[in-house]
């Protein structure tokens, strides 16, 4: 069963989240073990930094039907089992779909931090919760090697169909582990890679399989909780880990 916090945790919690983590510092807390600097699949993420991004086409490919991360989002969103107060970041947010979509679930004295390098898609995700009345939505315009949150900022952080966009995994792993508190929690779910299972795009676009994924995550200093039951799932899998 998900771990659940308790009353007087999460009241510590929403204490924490009311001044929010704020700009990040400087410098990220190094990791654990040396992070390798070489780009794991070069150019992987230049369509996003483009200065001319068209959010609204992006909102047509993410924010579809056909696509089962947006047609199962409340089933997805369920298994994260958020709190009132607790401080969550949507890592790699895109649009802001699952950012709104925790909002209402952290409620006002909670912090969703909505994180992605594409500075259109941070505009795009500000002006959508000062539209809506979000107050506890902070848009984050993360970097290649980093999140760009402070240390023991979060509670949880989420990452939908964007593992494989990491360009620098290790780094970027680093920075998320520093920014969970004490026995945070990594969600992570991306593409099944398997040749002779999964289409092509997905065996061209995604760089590993679930098992590679798993290794990495593990070797940044978090540990393997479970791989969720998604039977609603064809294309995803959802794993959990715990910050060690």
Request: aromatic share 8%.
């Amino acid at each position: 069963m998900p771990r659940m916090l308790r009353p007087s945790l999460v009241l510590a919690l929403a204490a924490l989240s009311l001044s929010g983590c704020g700009a990040a510092p400087p410098a990220v807390n190094p990791a654990p073990a040396a992070a390798p600097l070489t780009s794991v699949k070069p150019g992987i993420n230049q369509d996003f930094l483009d200065p001319t991004l068209d959010v609204g086409k992006y909102e047509q490919r993410f924010e579809g039907e056909s696509r089962e991360v947006f047609a199962h989002r409340a089933r997805i969103a369920a298994l994260l089992q958020l709190q009132p107060g607790m401080a969550v970041a949507d890592v790699g947010a895109g649009t802001g779909l699952y950012t709104m979509l925790f909002a209402p679930k952290v409620g006002e004295q909670g912090r969703v931090y909505g994180v992605d390098i594409a500075p259109k898609f941070i505009e795009h995700i500000r002006a959508t919760a000062a539209a809506r009345k979000l107050p506890q939505v902070q848009a984050q315009l993360g970097g290649e090697r980093s999140i760009e949150l402070p240390p023991a900022c979060v509670d949880l952080v989420f990452i939908c169909d964007t593992y494989h966009h990491f360009e620098y995994p290790q780094p970027t792993l680093a920075s998320i582990h520093s920014a969970l508190r004490a026995g945070g929690e990594l969600v992570i779910l991306d593409f099944i890679r398997e040749p002779g299972i999964s289409r092509e795009w997905i065996l061209d676009h995604v760089r590993a399989g679930e098992a590679v994924v798993r290794q990495e995550v593990e070797a940044a200093g978090f540990r393997f909780v479970r791989r969720e039951e998604t039977p609603f799932l064809r294309e995803n899998y959802v794993l959990r880990f715990r910050k060690t």
